[in-house]
């Protein structure tokens, strides 16, 4: 089945503590991306990458990492996460940059 | 950044209304894309819109990219409980600096009672 994986799916951490978020697509996409959605401001784009060790700055890129070292796995890295970092995490994936995105079921994240 | 009003922020209808709800952007948009989040999962693709003028259905959806390619249309005709949901609008810019990248609206959360 096509699909985009995310792990975990809730995750509650302490302020500092370095965390990773993984995401695996399984459809052989050149363009994947990270968004974190919060009440009232829709989703927003934190990287993305066009492909292999090619990646760049989305809308909200500050505390955060990413790397694309296989084609299909993207992590989202926070080398030390804060509060403001609680949100809905989700990653996507698509053919290329200018098709249809297809996403994870998302990763709640807490930061206490 | 580029930015995306979508309105209503949120609706209440019956069952076997018809709804339309609406994206306009501050730039001109190369693509338009309507999504639908259920409660825990991802937001799924509904429909998918490349020129402006076009009209695209997808069941009892309906979306259209408008002529001026700074707004899009989404149509929900006699809508039913399933409709329940958050619905985003997202389009690609485009320019060099925006069209690898995708912009959301801040969703119209719809819901449909009997």
């Known amino acids: 089945e096509a699909q985009v994986t995310q792990n975990p799916r809730y995750l509650i951490t302490v302020t500092g503590k370095k965390l990773t978020v993984t995401c695996s697509q399984n459809m052989n996409h050149e363009y994947m991306s990270w968004y974190r959605q919060d009440p009232g401001l829709g989703l927003r784009q934190i990287y993305y990458s066009m492909n292999v060790e090619v990646t760049d700055k989305g809308d909200v890129p500050e505390g955060y990492k990413v790397s694309r070292k296989e084609k299909r796995n993207f992590p989202l890295i926070l080398e030390s996460p804060s509060p403001n970092q609680t949100s809905l995490y989700f990653c996507a994936s698509s053919l290329g940059w200018n098709t249809e995105a297809f996403f994870g079921q998302g990763t709640r994240l807490t930061v206490v | 950044g580029q930015q995306l009003n979508q309105s209503p922020q949120s609706m209440f209808i019956q069952e076997g209304e018809d709804v339309s709800m609406n994206c306009t952007s501050s730039?001109?948009?190369?693509?338009w894309l309507w999504y639908k989040q259920e409660p825990g999962e991802g937001p799924v693709l509904l429909i998918a819109l490349y020129k402006a003028g076009e009209l695209t259905s997808n069941g009892r959806l309906t979306a259209q990219f408008g002529i001026t390619r700074k707004d899009s249309f989404l149509n929900i005709s006699a809508s039913i409980p399933s409709d329940v949901g958050i619905y985003f609008c997202?389009?690609?810019?485009?320019?060099?600096?925006?069209?690898?990248?995708?912009?959301f609206g801040t969703g119209t959360r719809l819901q449909v009672t009997l």
């Open positions: 997202a389009g690609r810019g485009a320019d060099a600096g925006t069209a690898s990248k995708l912009t």
């Open positions: 730039s001109i948009f190369n693509t």
